[in-house]
């Protein structure tokens, strides 16, 4: 028999993909060496879990990382550099010129769709900025 220890919420600890830690050494089951060697390996997206002393697959999502909120908080600013910037230009001078866009639509209502996602991106990025404390 062999020691499988799980942490407070049930996931199997040392296991690969998440190689979670083990936070309490008398939170383990017993198991045979069969299902010790079926805990080592899982389906794409799964984790082993001890549900009732039984050990199962279970789909895991994946909490957000502070790095991961940073990397979406960075794409959305450079949005803002680039797309929205660009863009904002390129209809402005067309309305100033009188003229269409290419496809033939409106700069004006372009302008008002541009400045409506920026409004969503910017709550995007307040949130955030709130999720990471800054």
Known sequence: MKKIYFNDNGWVCGRYPY?????????????????????????EHFAWKVVNGSLVEERYEKDDTKETLKQKMSQLKSWFDTYYTQHEQKYNRLIALERECDDGSDPADKLIELYQEAERNRKKIQELEKMLGE
């Open 19 to 43: 190689n979670f830690k083990i936070e309490n050494e008398n939170n383990f089951v017993e198991v045979n060496d069969t299902d010790f060697e079926k805990t080592l390996s899982c389906q």
